[in-house]
């Protein structure tokens, strides 16, 4: 880097001429001498046994020395090939930003002596004092990145691109493709709005455009340029999906629209879907493409209550974005009783079964009948693994006949992935 400095040193054999220089009085072949020549150029001899060349001019270099013993013996002549380079590499500017890649940073970079071993591209907030260097990486003409403004908060932000070569010069520039300061404002891709909804409904969207149509004036045929209005069906959403309740064993159609801030719809992008149970393993993602319109449906199948994420994970032009809700499904139980009419003294079983999946430790089912118009639980069964429960329940104080009206409850658990239900309305008449 800037100069090389070869200092070159000759020895003779023990009791020989050796390499003593001459007299400054005689001439330097008289005596002991290292003969070089840089780059094909004019011989120098220097007397003694030791020198040094120094060459600081930028390029390809070559050095061809020996030594000369005070008899006039010459060693074999050999040669120091090396490169010299103290200039940085350069010039360095920031192409073009392409809008099709607009995450994409690149910096033309070259060095005609030594070329280039690497450097990095940085940014830094305006108004911060600190660099943050992205990850980097050069092919052989230009320096590469990629600016993640997903997760960069929005703002002004400076660039600048650090470059050295193999000698260790180093170039540091924040030049643009204009030849000015290179800032960029993030976010540099479109965001997005991904809306969803539980229901929908088709409405009449029109709007008036010009056209050339074909039109009589006069009993003559002729083409004008005429005002047109033209409508199109769009589903609508008409229900928010956030926590909506869904019956067990009913499916719901999902309507959803990946559009940009000023709603134009992103046709042909891939929004994934994954359903969660609050109980279990996640379920498996399902991929669906936009329409034209930026528009996707989703059907939910019958299942336990869910939380379903909509996922976009974004393009080269378009912002990721996401949305999470939920749905709710009662939980149910059959209820079955063993006889419709007893005595008192009888004992009245109750059973029924749940869907699963179950726990290993059951599900707590509470047995209720009204008693002074209010429901009271009376018994508390554990379902087994299969879902399984039962309950006795032996009459002892009715008097007269009574009809009795009775019902499963299961409230809500954490390990249970429904939410509080009932069974259906049983009836039993008791003669005490």
């Given at each position: ?20 220089p ?15 020549a ?24 070559s050095?061809?020395f ?154 003559r ?21 956030r ?40 379920g ?11 528009r ?9 209550s ?5 996922r976009?994970?974004?393009s ?13 499904v ?32 059951g ?10 118009g ?32 009775f ?26």
């Open positions: 880097q800037g100069q090389v400095q070869l200092d070159l040193s000759g020895a003779d054999q023990a009791g020989l001429s050796g390499m003593a001459a007299p400054d009085s005689a001439a330097a072949d008289a005596g002991g001498q290292i003969v070089y840089v780059d094909d150029g004019p011989e120098h001899a220097v007397r003694g046994s030791a020198a040094s060349v120094i060459v600081g001019a930028d390029g390809v270099h050095v061809a020996h030594a000369v013993d005070a008899a006039g013996n010459e060693s074999p002549v050999r040669t120091a090939e090396f490169k010299v380079d103290g200039t940085p590499p350069g010039p360095v500017s920031f192409a073009p930003q392409d809008p099709d890649d607009p995450q994409a940073l690149n910096v033309p970079v070259s060095d005609r002596t030594s070329g280039i071993a690497g450097g990095s591209i940085e940014l830094r907030k305006l108004g911060h004092r600190s660099w943050s260097a992205l990850r980097s990486a050069y092919d052989g003409r230009e320096l590469h990145a990629r600016l993640d403004d997903q997760r960069l908060p929005p703002g002004e932000y400076s660039l600048r691109a650090r470059v050295r070569d193999v000698a260790g010069n180093t170039t540091t520039s924040s030049t643009g493709p204009a030849g000015g300061l290179e800032r960029l404002r993030l976010p540099l891709r479109l965001a997005t709005r991904l809306s969803v909804a539980g229901r929908a409904r088709t409405a009449l969207v029109c709007r008036t455009v010009r056209s050339i149509r074909k039109v009589r004036i006069h009993g045929r002729t083409r004008r340029r005429v005002r047109v209005r033209r409508c199109r069906r769009l589903l609508v959403p008409t229900r928010a999906f926590d909506m309740l869904v019956g067990y064993g009913r499916s719901l159609r999902v309507y959803g629209r990946l559009s940009t801030d000023d709603g134009q719809g992103a046709a042909g992008e891939r929004i994934v879907v994954r359903a969660n149970r609050r109980a279990g393993r996640a498996r993602p399902v991929r669906l493409l936009t329409d034209r319109f930026g996707f449906s989703y059907r939910v199948p019958p299942g336990p869910r939380r379903i994420s909509f976009f994970g974004g080269a032009i378009l912002l990721a974005a996401r949305a999470t809700e939920s749905i709710r009662p939980a149910v139980t059959s209820l079955v009783l063993s006889s419709g009419r007893l005595r008192v003294g009888q004992t009245l079983r109750f059973s029924g079964r749940l869907p699963a999946p179950i726990p290993r430790h599900v707590l089912v509470q047995v209720q009948a009204i008693v002074r209010r429901w009271q639980t009376f018994a508390t069964p554990r379902t087994n693994t299969l879902g399984e429960w039962a309950a006795d329940y032996t009459f002892r104080a009715t008097s007269g006949v009574v009809t009795y009206a019902r499963a409850l299961i409230s809500r658990a954490a390990d249970y992935p429904y939410e509080t239900g009932v069974s259906r309305v049983r009836h039993a008449t008791v003669r005490g």
